[in-house]
T-cell receptor, first 115, second 118 residues
Framework: DAGITQSPRYKITETGRQVTLMCHQTWSHSYMFWYRQDLGHGLRLIYY???????DKGEVPDGYVVSRSKTENFPLTLESATRSQTSVYFCASTPLTDFRTDTQYFGPGTRLTVL | AQKVTQAQTEISVVEKEDVTLDCVYETRDTTYYLFWYKQPPSGELVFLIR??????QNEISGRYSWNFQKSTSSFNFTITASQVVDSAVYFCALRGLQGSGNTGKLIFGQGTTLQVKP
C-alpha cells in the first residue's frame, strides 16, 4: 500500500530554471491537490484537479503549471523558478465520494530551494 | 470568504502539562468540515480528526480532545498530560461544502508550533 508519493524529496535549483515536482497516488482518488507551505502562511492551495484532464487554480497559482493525463499522476511544474518559490510542496488526494467522511491524504512533501 | 485563524504561533510547555491549541474559523457555508493535522519534525502531515458542522459533540481520543463550538466559530484542540512526542506543528483546516464548490479544497490556518520540554 504505497499511498501517495512525491519525488524528488529535496531539490535545489537556480533562478530561471524549469522544475517539475512529481506526485503519484495508488488509490485512484479522483481529486488531487498541490499546496505550498510557508512560515506564517500555513498551507496554501496552488492547483487542484477533479479528474484526469480537469484542473483548476487555487489561491496561489502564478508561476506554476499542472497537468493530469492519468488519474494517478499530478505533476507540478515551475516554468521559470524564482526565489519566492522556495518552499515545501505537498501533494494530496481525496476520493470525495462521500463528503461527510472523506479525508485528504498528504504526500511526504518536497523541499524546494531556488538559489 | 473562508478563513482559519490560529492566533498562537508558538506554545512551549513542560511535559505533563495540559495545553490547548486555538482555532477560529470563518465561513458562510451552512455545511462545513473542520480538521486538525499534526506535522512532526519529520515533516509529514498526519490527519488527526474531522468534525462535521452539524455535529457539535466534543470528542476525546486518548490524551487528545476537541471542543467544537459553532456559537464562537471555534474548534479547539486540547492535549492532556503532554509528552515530548507531542512536539510538532499543528494545523487546523476548513472545508466548506458550498464555498469550496464541492472540490474538497482545504483552507488552512497558519499553524501552531508546540514544544513540549522534558
Amino acid at each position: 500500500d504505497a499511498g501517495i508519493t512525491q519525488s524528488p524529496r529535496y531539490k535545489i535549483t537556480e533562478t530561471g530554471r524549469q522544475v517539475t515536482l512529481m506526485c503519484h497516488q495508488t488509490w485512484s482518488h479522483s481529486y488531487m491537490f498541490w499546496y505550498r507551505q510557508d512560515l506564517g502562511h500555513g498551507l496554501r492551495l496552488i492547483y487542484y484537479s477533479a479528474a484526469a484532464d480537469i484542473t483548476d487554480k487555487g489561491e496561489v497559482p502564478d508561476g506554476y503549471v499542472v497537468s493530469r493525463s492519468k488519474t494517478e499522476n499530478f505533476p507540478l511544474t515551475l516554468e521559470s523558478a524564482t526565489r519566492s518559490q522556495t518552499s515545501v510542496y505537498f501533494c494530496a488526494s481525496t476520493p470525495l465520494t462521500d463528503f461527510r467522511t472523506d479525508t485528504q491524504y498528504f504526500g511526504p512533501g518536497t523541499r524546494l530551494t531556488v538559489l | 470568504a473562508q478563513k482559519v485563524t490560529q492566533a498562537q504561533t508558538e506554545i512551549s510547555v513542560v511535559e505533563k502539562e495540559d495545553v490547548t491549541l486555538d482555532c477560529v474559523y470563518e465561513t458562510r457555508d451552512t455545511t462545513y468540515y473542520l480538521f486538525w493535522y499534526k506535522q512532526p519534525p519529520s515533516g509529514e502531515l498526519v490527519f488527526l480528526i474531522r468534525r462535521n458542522s452539524f455535529d457539535e459533540q466534543n470528542e476525546i481520543s486518548g490524551r487528545y480532545s476537541w471542543n467544537f463550538q459553532k456559537s464562537t466559530s471555534s474548534f479547539n484542540f486540547t492535549i492532556t498530560a503532554s509528552q515530548v512526542v507531542d512536539s510538532a506543528v499543528y494545523f487546523c483546516a476548513l472545508r466548506g461544502l458550498q464555498g469550496s464548490g464541492n472540490t474538497g479544497k482545504l483552507i488552512f490556518g497558519q499553524g501552531t508550533t508546540l514544544q513540549v520540554k522534558p
